[in-house]
């Protein structure tokens, strides 16, 4: 279901429930354990000349984000 959709069947405001999403998700994906990690995906996205690259790090298994960072990612 959409938020606004919760939100209309509990009775409640829109921002009470994406409060309660946002705290959900941050307590499950702000820190991911690294020593758990098996397989990563890396993808640079380039937005532009004024922008530049975004680098995004995702856990496979679990489908978190586990870096999102503005530039290429040096690689050693």
């Not at 606004?4 to 994906?29: F, M």
């Amino acid at each position: 279901m959409t938020i606004q959709a919760v939100a209309r069947h509990l009775g409640v405001s829109w921002d009470l429930v994406k409060g309660i999403q946002k705290d959900n998700l941050n307590k499950r994906y702000r820190l991911p354990k690294l020593a758990k990690i098996k397989r990563i995906a890396l993808d640079e996205i380039y937005q532009g000349k004024k922008l530049g690259y975004l680098t995004i790090v995702l856990d496979l298994q679990r489908g978190a984000v586990i870096l999102l960072a503005m530039g290429k990612v040096p690689m050693h």
